[in-house]
């Protein structure tokens, strides 16, 4: 596939895009440019996060409870979808895209930033052998407090 340059950024793209941005970038509204970048950097983070998060689960959670654990950290994942979506459709009627995306990043930012003070604050976790928070492995068997 070949590719050209856009503009004077140095920016190298295939040619199917040059071209689809030579034909439709003047038609499309700046809000609109700004949602799919949007979308295409929280799509990169998604896809960042999640293999992140499974390790994380895997690390504290005992191999016996793993499966149980996944489950609910992935309907979590969908409670918070369901919420958020209709929250964000509403911001975004309200006020505009723009303002909705500027709310919602500052809220990331600012969840980020809260957490990183509150795992520096707290002690390493214990490993799960040693009855760390996901219990304690006795006998092959885990140890849950009954469950």
Not at 49 to 76: C, F
């Amino acid at each position: 596939m070949e590719h050209r340059h856009l503009g004077r950024s140095g920016l190298k793209v295939s040619e199917i895009a040059y071209g689809n941005w030579i034909t439709h970038g003047s038609q499309v509204e700046e809000e609109a440019a700004l949602a799919c970048v949007a979308a295409f950097v929280g799509g990169t983070g998604n896809g960042l996060q999640l293999p992140s998060l499974i390790s994380i689960v895997q690390r504290i959670t005992p191999q016996l409870l793993q499966g149980r654990m996944m489950g609910a950290v992935e309907s979590l994942g969908a409670l918070c979808r369901a919420i958020g979506l209709p929250l964000g459709g509403a911001l975004v009627v309200l006020s505009s895209p723009r303002t909705a995306f500027t709310i919602v990043g500052l809220g990331a930012i600012a969840t980020t930033a809260v957490l990183m003070r509150l795992a520096r604050e707290r002690p390493a976790a214990g490993t799960p052998e040693r009855g760390g928070p996901g219990g304690a492995i006795v006998d092959g068997q885990a140890d849950v407090g009954g469950v």
